[in-house]
């Protein structure tokens, strides 16, 4: 999962970069609105964590203008205007979620895994399901037949994008710019070595190839 | 102070009659003078007539009745003469048994003399000399009759200028509530100013009224600048302050929560109070108490995108119902009821067990907002203490309590009143009703 967070103030960005990539998300980080106007176009972000109290350009209004433009990505918006008319707002303005400062952590994630759960259609339950395999985004691990198979945080990274776009042919390109953030240099061979890892793990039939095109998570039935 | 309306309608009715009254009372003057004139003018030819019936016979003078008009014979006829002449005194047979006493200068007599049968006699003394003999004419005539018909024409034309006077106060009246008619359209629209329904005043008054409408918008534009400015400063304090407490908080939990226990649990708890104060207080500092044609609640538009905020903010499935999405505009600043409606909303989903209900309905100038949850509820002997803890800055609570705090803050700000019962759904009911202007 690729995110853009949005955050001027560098001490709270500081603390939620490694937080997010913790948690398994490759964040790449603006602190200028105007920035952010442009890179939204640049790359394939699975969720945006936008402030509103931007300089260059009010966040809001960047909001705006992206869904003007016809980019649809979930945008969840933090930041302190915790007014109920400013949440109203910032929801009428195109945002799937409104998380107000200060804020817990935990909510940051649990709010950001809800939102990317609903934007790929998934029910939000504890697990991710999809296609006979589950995923414990707390745990960072699979579940087959109640039984846990442990995963590397790239595994972990990699079959929650498969998971959430079950059926879905991607290709490796895609699979790349997802999983890894502007700053870190991209090597498809990477992909490969990770797909054939899960394959070992969850069994081979769990993620096919289509030579030329991509590969497609089909699960176990 | 009266209205202008019927100030300027006495004083022009008062001036309509003054001066009536004085060119009829002068129109009346002229007249009788110059009923006199006219009579003064006749006399003076009857007193010719009487010299011109003299005629010389044997013995001097004698009056030749034959050639005088034959209302001096008829007895009482209301035409008189008496002619002196040598010490005799001549007088018409028309006196009869009266006595005209005679005036004393020649010329018309300036007053009217009591005659006989209820007469009114006005006099002339003339003297002549005829065939060397000095005589004195006096001839007088009765002048009730034009008196009488003097009488019915200022009658007549009293009740005339009565009539005149009562079309004359209609038309004012009508004329002045026609002047008035830009001052109450101005009423109405400040009316509509103030009701929100109407961003500012219509510029297109008379020149009089221009300066005070032109004021008012001014002073309105200045109102809502002055309320956005310091709404933004508020906010961005908000943002100063919620950011850092958002990074301590953080900083708290990663590295305190294991190493040092108690002082995160401290650090905690100081960190909530002061995140408490500074939403209390900004909150209760946003309320504006008013709204503006711009800024007016619209159930339609905001009900809907408010229960939809909320189902998503609270992670468990909710029966969020909304009930008065069809009402009118209100006379509530948006800000402030979505603020009312947002933390009673989040209140009740945050103890509901399944389903919310919110009600907003209105009966004349009164809003009524009614929130329902299936939760745990609040027994009677508590609810006024929640209240009362709702109403106090100072109290160490986040969370629910600060909800209700910034509801009692903003109720208390439009004189609205808030209460607690049961809810039919099973659950607390709180209710509020809001005083809406016209």
């Known amino acids: 999962m690729r995110l853009l967070l949005v955050e001027d103030t560098v001490a709270l960005a500081d603390q939620l970069l490694p937080l997010l990539r913790d948690h398994g998300y490759a964040v790449d980080w603006l602190a200028d609105g105007r920035d952010a106007l442009v890179r939204a ?32 990505m979930p945008v969840l918006i933090l930041t302190a205007r915790d007014s109920w008319a400013e949440r109203v707002d910032g929801l009428r303005a195109g945002a799937d979620d409104y998380l107000t400062k200060p804020f817990h952590p935990e909510e940051l994630l649990l709010r950001v895994q809800a939102v990317l759960r609903r934007s790929h259609g998934s029910a939000n339950q504890s697990r991710l399901r999809a296609c006979g395999v589950e995923l414990d985004e707390e745990r960072q691990s699979a ?13 972990f990274r990699m079959l929650r994008y498969f998971m959430l776009n079950p059926g879905r042919l991607l290709s490796k390109i895609a699979l790349s710019e997802h999983l890894y953030d502007g ?16 394959r070992r793990k969850l069994g081979g039939q769990v993620i096919q190839t289509r030579r030329g095109q991509g590969y497609l998570f089909t699960g176990r039935g | 102070m009266r209205s202008i309306g019927a100030r300027l309608g006495i004083s022009l009715f008062v001036s309509l009659l003054l001066a009536g009254v004085l060119v009829g009372q002068g129109a009346l003057w002229w007249l009788e003078r110059e009923q006199r004139r006219i009579s003064a003018g006749q006399l003076r030819d009857e007193a010719a007539s009487v010299l011109a019936a003299m005629v010389p016979g044997p013995d ?14 008829r007895p009482l006829s209301g035409r008189y003469f008496v002619v002196l002449i040598d010490g ?13 006493p005679l005036p004393e200068n020649p010329g018309m007599d300036t007053e009217l003399l009591p005659g006989p049968d209820g007469q009114s006699l006005l006099r002339y003394r003339a003297r002549f000399r005829r065939d060397g003999q000095d005589l004195t004419v006096v001839v007088a005539q009765d002048y009730a009759p034009q008196q009488a018909s003097f009488r019915d024409t200022r009658t007549a034309a009293l009740l005339a200028w009565v009539l005149v006077l009562a079309a004359l106060a209609l038309v004012q009246q009508w004329l002045i509530r026609r002047g008035l008619k830009p001052l109450n359209a101005a009423r109405r629209q400040i009316e509509q100013l103030r009701g929100g329904q109407r961003a500012e005043l219509d510029q297109e008054v008379a020149r009089e009224l221009r300066p005070l409408v032109t004021e008012i918008n001014r002073l309105q534009r200045h109102m809502e600048q002055q309320l956005d400015r310091s709404r933004h400063a508020l906010g961005d304090l908000g943002h100063a302050l919620k950011t850092p407490l958002a990074v301590l908080r953080n900083r708290c939990d990663t590295e305190l929560r294991e190493r040092a226990p108690e002082l995160h649990a401290l650090l905690l708890a100081q960190l909530d109070h002061i995140e408490a104060n500074v939403r209390r207080a900004l909150g209760r500092a946003r309320v504006a108490a008013g709204a503006t044609a711009a800024t007016r609640f619209e159930p339609g538009q905001d009900l809907e995108a408010l229960a939809d905020t909320l189902r998503r903010a609270h992670r468990k499935p909710l029966n969020l119902m909304v009930q008065g999405t069809g009402l009118p505009p209100l006379a509530v600043e948006r800000g402030d009821m979505l603020e009312l409606l947002g933390n009673l909303l989040d209140n009740a989903c945050k103890w509901a067990a399944g389903e919310v209900r919110l009600t907003l309905a209105r009966d004349g100038g009164l809003l009524t907002v009614t929130v329902d949850d299936d939760g745990p509820g609040i027994p009677p002997s508590r609810r006024e203490q929640v209240l009362q803890r709702g109403r106090r800055l100072d109290e160490r609570v986040a969370g629910d309590g600060l909800g209700l705090a910034i509801v009692s803050d903003t109720v208390a700000a439009y004189g609205g009143q808030l209460t607690l019962t049961d809810s039919p759904l099973g659950g607390l009911r709180v209710r509020l009703t809001l005083p809406l202007p016209d």
């Open chain 1, 143 to 155: 579940w087959l037949d109640q039984e846990e198979v442990e995963l590397t945080g790239a595994e």
């Open chain 2, 88 to 100: 005799q005194r001549w007088r018409s047979r028309s006196l009869w048994d009266a006595r005209l």
């Open chain 1, 183 to 198: 700053e870190r240099e991209r090597d498809s061979n990477v992909v490969e070595v990770h797909i054939n890892r899960l």
């Open chain 1, 41 to 72: 176009h640049d790359d394939d972000f699975d969720l945006v964590i936008l402030d509103l109290g931007l300089p260059g350009l009010d966040g809001l209004e960047v909001l705006r203008r992206w869904r003007e433009q016809g980019l649809s």
């Open chain 2, 60 to 73: 001097g003078l004698v009056l030749e009745q034959e050639m005088l008009d034959p209302a001096y014979r």
